[in-house]
């Protein structure tokens, strides 16, 4: 195991983990409710979902090995597409709507193209700047 990039080398593993899975509580929770219970960022709800599944792939592109990267991808795919149908399903201001889902596609992939090409290494810079003294 020569990277930093599999969670069993990372001694702040469960850390990392833990964080991802606050960010996800945070997209999925922040997808659902009402839209008048969120603050208005004054910027496209396509950009607020592409940088959500972008941020989720880098992220969890720092965890994962290599080799599963295409499950992540499959994954977050498939949290965006059923955000989507439950949107549409709930009926509390909100709606189904393809074109976010695509946004969220989008994101995925430059997030996990950004980490094919050197930025999945993350948890091994940063575990490397906490271990200074």
Do not use: C, N
């Not at 074109?99 to 948890?123: C, E, K, N, P, S």
Request: proline share 5%.
């Amino acid at each position: 195991m020569s990277t930093v990039t599999q969670s069993t080398a990372a001694p702040h593993a469960r850390l990392w983990y833990a964080l991802g899975i606050a960010l996800i509580l945070v997209v999925v929770v922040s997808s659902l409710v009402p839209p008048r219970d969120l603050p208005h960022l004054r910027v496209s709800d396509k950009t607020e979902h592409f940088v959500a599944y972008f941020g989720l792939a880098l992220w969890f592109g720092g965890l994962v090995p290599l080799r599963q990267f295409l499950w992540l991808a499959l994954g977050l795919l498939a949290l965006g597409g059923g955000i989507e149908i439950a949107q549409g399903l709930m009926g509390l201001g909100r709606e189904a709507d393809w074109r976010d889902f695509y946004a969220d596609a989008y994101g995925t992939g430059v997030g996990m193209l950004l980490a094919l090409v050197g930025l999945r290494h993350w948890v091994g810079w940063l575990e490397k700047w906490l271990r200074r003294p």
